[in-house]
């Protein structure tokens, strides 16, 4: 058995940035292990620019991005294992990893960051019916079919979501020469980045269709069609309006789901509209020592959010390893009228800075106020041209806010029309 | 060369059948003219080991069907392929339906079921807490069980295969000639010469009989579609939970698999195109619908995936097996609807004994065994057994599909078996990789390039399910 302070699962943007942070901040032994044979996950395949504008204040490709972090961690005496997979993290967080050179790993860690990302919803969860032919896929595996293995998944292409990968998608299946022929999106808004449907379907032409799903797959072996069809305010396809479009791939982009298998083995609570852990305002989770941060404590819009998110998981975490448990008070977030969900769950009042709150609305608004309110105070009402559940939206909680709170106060955010 | 008996159909029959004879000095032959084995209605069924109290007494259905419920567990063992006896309940929701159960219990006590009881409600939610209030009783099946028929078959294609069975995939039967007492089939992987011939091709088995000039066989296509549950959910129920049969079959069922998910369906409707395994709106719907009725928290937000199966209905209404009226040397194993995949193991040593009783005096085959060694399973190895494969063999330690938690090198075992993995769903069936909530995502683009680099070929020649189901089209530019 290995001992080290902090085990990271997951190396992609969220684990680099905790263990780099968490390094930082004086933790001696830090060891990542990540899945895949490279740090960096999903960037990796991400070769579109677009990120960093926030983090980097410049415009940089998704391996790029990656890369500046893995340098970072390569000057560092972080342990990196990749190609190991985690099996289990137990109660007294001993982490069980596999990999091909070591064997079976357990490591006994003071603390554990999960930065396990999140993976696609696939075609089974949409009861889409029809055959069961190739050529349907997420956008995900098409893009690293494409970017990675230098394949074409298809030539004539109808994408259902509209989320960013899809979108990403739409603009790189034209690139490389194939017909995008329509995005279809269930709902009536895109749940897409603007600037991506702007660049991605606006520029190159591709039609965006707005409550219109996909109602059956049509093919023996390979997919030759896909009937489309609008649907009502309930979201049931209207039988009139059905389409036949003749295409050879189907490209699905339906939404994420943090991938937390091993952490609900550890028993950690689960918010149920996030699908990640309920986490305070260090990211710490219930469970006391194990951390989340990034895509698998929930979806983020963008890969910088990630990173500030998870410095602020790798502080938590060394200051748990390096001064042991805090004095807590915690208050719960609650979401008020249009928003979706709040991260961090609930607030630590001692904690002695300021806290944001990360959010998404349910809908999309325009000219709405963004109201914090705390014990029935409104502490701020921040006007917004637009809100739009694709975009990730906080507020923030002032230092001097949350130290008159006592633990029977309230923290509400909602959105005022 | 000419063999003794061909086999025209590689699913759960043909399999069984194909290990029974390789228990004989045969020379035998085991044809699917799709590019993998059990891709018919054996991959895609209720997974049940019926009791056998459904169908009428003096039936082939029942007689076989018992038999082949008390072979199950043993074949299964000699295999190493999952079988659980989990038991089953008809539920009656009305005074009326508890009548329907008796009628049951009374068929079952005829046709030789043991283990058979009718319970009240008390005892019947105290087994089965999550089903719906207003059931009134059922009629309990213990001898009952679960299998995964698809498992199974590619478990006794691989034993006959290593017991001498030449098992030809992509082998289609075009036509069939009979001179000389020895047919040649005519398929697409070149002819076939037999003195035998066994049709148990499923839903196009009256089709091979029209092919001798046998008219006699007559198959209607029923459809049934189903929904597979996220395992999270996969002990709603731990007994298989069948409605009150109506004159279209067994009605909606939920029951657990033995890979731990939750399964519900069938629905029941005749369609013409044989190989049409789309499935439907409507029939999603119905299969949500009444699935609910037994147990109400069911719901497909879990669903991982849904599917359809083609079942060949005979229109006699029973098994047709034995020789042709046409031509003696021709077999029949046709309208092998439910309770087929349970009667199997009792079918295949009847088919057995057709052959070798008509062929006279024929030698046992010496070298056979019957057992298939334990396949390594990484997902349940204790940590010692895990760490002695990865030392054995590296590949054990890379996980590829993580949602079942499968290993490059059980990928490659799945790919080198005796008549092994072929394309994506080949893997999957003999692996579970890509059958977990991920539906393939993660290790679908992995799958691909093991196959083609252990296949020797380009990424994109490899096929979803053979034929023209590739994945992948030309470089990009």
């Known amino acids: 058995m290995m001992n080290y302070d902090l085990v990271v699962v997951g190396g992609g943007p969220a684990g680099m940035a905790a263990a780099l942070k968490a390094k930082e901040c004086g933790v001696e032994s830090i060891i990542i292990l990540e899945r895949a044979e490279t740090l960096g996950g999903i960037l990796e395949q991400c070769i579109h620019s677009g990120f960093g504008l926030t983090y980097f204040g410049e415009e940089l490709s998704g391996p790029e991005y990656a890369a500046r972090f893995i340098e970072m961690v390569e000057k560092t005496d972080i342990t990196v294992k990749t190609d190991a997979m985690v099996l289990d993290i137990s109660e007294s967080n001993l982490v069980t990893a596999v990999n091909k050179k070591d064997g079976l790993l357990k490591i006994q860690a003071k603390a554990v960051v999960l930065a396990m990302g999140c993976r696609e919803r696939p075609r089974g969860a949409l009861e889409i019916a029809g055959s069961r032919c190739s050529g349907i896929m997420t956008a995900g595996t098409a893009q690293k079919y494409v970017n990675l293995d230098g394949y074409m998944p298809g030539k004539k292409v109808v994408i259902l979501g509209s989320g960013d990968i899809g979108l990403i998608m739409a603009r790189r299946m034209t690139l490389e020469g194939a017909e995008v022929k329509v995005v279809c999106e269930l709902m009536p808004f895109s749940g897409g980045l603007n600037r991506n449907i702007v660049q991605c379907l606006n520029d190159y032409n591709i039609p965006l269709r707005l409550s219109t799903t996909v109602v059956e797959c049509h093919g023996k072996d390979r997919l030759e069609g896909v009937t489309i069809a609008q649907v009502d305010d309930k979201l049931q396809p209207i039988e009139s309006t059905k389409e036949y479009i003749e295409c050879d791939t189907l490209m699905l982009s339906v939404g994420l789901i943090p991938e937390n298998e091993l952490t609900k083995n550890v028993g950690i609570a689960i918010d149920r509209v996030t699908n990640g852990a309920v986490v305070d305002e260090m990211r710490q989770t219930d469970h006391k020592g194990v951390f989340a941060c990034g895509n698998v404590l929930h979806v983020h819009d963008l890969v910088d959010f990630v990173t500030m998110e998870s410095q602020l998981a790798g502080q938590g975490a060394a200051e748990y390893i390096l001064n042991g448990e805090k004095e807590t008070v915690y208050v719960n977030s609650t979401t008020g009228n249009g928003v979706r969900y709040l991260v961090p769950q609930r607030v630590n009042i001692k904690n002695g800075n300021d806290v944001k709150l990360y959010f998404r609305v349910g809908k999309i608004y325009k000219n709405a106020k963004v109201v914090l309110e705390c014990d029935g105070e409104v502490i701020s009402s921040k006007k917004k041209v637009k809100l739009a559940p694709g975009e990730m939206e906080n507020v923030v909680i002032p230092a001097d806010v949350l130290a008159k709170m006592n633990e029977n106060s309230t923290i509400v955010v909602r959105v005022e029309e | ?477």
Not at chain 2, 224 to 249: A, R
Request: hydrophobic residues 40%.
């Open chain 2, 1 to 477: 060369m000419c063999y003794d008996v061909a086999i025209i159909g590689a699913g759960v029959i043909g399999a069984l059948t194909a290990r029974e004879l390789s228990r004989y000095k045969l020379k035998t032959a085991l044809l699917e003219a799709r590019h993998d084995v059990a891709m018919g209605a054996t991959k895609a069924n209720s997974a049940i080991v019926h009791a056998g109290f459904d169908a009428m007494p003096g039936t082939l259905k029942a007689s076989f069907n018992v038999k082949g419920c008390e072979m199950m567990p043993g074949v299964c063992k000699e295999l190493s392929v999952p079988y659980k006896n989990n038991g089953s309940l008809v539920v009656a929701f009305s005074e009326e339906e508890m009548e329907t159960v008796k009628k049951l219990y009374d068929r079952g006590i005829a046709n030789g079921v043991p283990q058979l009881s009718v319970i009240g409600k008390d005892e019947l939610k105290a087994l089965e807490p999550n089903l719906a209030d207003n059931v009134c009783g059922a009629l309990r099946a213990e001898s009952a069980g679960i299998v995964c028929p698809y498992e199974l078959t590619i478990a006794a294609t691989e034993n006959a295969v290593t017991n001498g069975v030449d098992c030809i995939r992509d082998a289609k039967v075009e036509a069939i000639d009979f001179a000389d007492g020895v047919f040649t089939l005519k398929t697409a992987a070149g002819d076939i010469k037999t003195k035998y011939v066994i049709d148990a091709a499923g839903v196009h088995s009256d089709d091979i009989a029209r092919m001798i000039g046998d008219e006699s066989v007559e198959i209607v296509v029923r459809r049934g579609e189903y929904f597979i549950l996220d395992k999270s959910v996969g002990n709603t129920v731990s007994h298989t939970i069948f409605q009150c049969p109506t004159k279209m079959g067994k009605g909606i069922l939920v029951s657990p698999t033995v890979d731990g998910n939750l399964l519900i369906g069938p629905t029941a409707e005749e369609i013409d195109d044989k190989d049409d395994v789309s499935t439907t709106p409507s029939g999603l719907r119905d299969v949500k619908t009444f699935s609910v009725k037994s147990c109400p928290s069911v719901s497909t937000r879990n669903a991982i995936t849904s599917f359809s199966g083609n079942r060949a209905h005979p229109v006699t209404d029973d098994f047709i097996l034995g020789p042709s009226k046409v031509n003696p040397q021709f077999i029949h194993a046709s309208g092998i609807e439910s309770p087929g995949l349970s009667s199997a193991p009792a079918i295949a040593v009847y088919l057995a004994k057709v052959v070798t009783d008509a062929i006279g005096n024929v030698e046992a085959n010496e070298s056979f065994n019957g057992e298939r060694k334990e396949v390594f399973r990484f997902r349940h190895a204790t940590d010692e057994e895990r760490a002695a494969a990865i030392a054995r063999n590296p590949a054990y330690g890379r996980i590829i599909c993580r949602c079942e938690t499968v290993t490059e090198g059980e990928i490659i075992d799945a790919i080198r078996a005796p008549a092994g993995a072929r394309d994506v769903d080949g893997v999957k069936r003999r692996t579970r990789a890509g059958m977990g909530r991920c539906q393939g995502g993660f290790c679908g683009s992995k799958v691909v390039e093991i196959l083609a680099r252990e296949l020797g070929c380009e990424i994109n020649d490899i096929t979803k399910f053979g034929d023209g189901s590739n994945i992948l089209f030309d470089k990009t530019k």
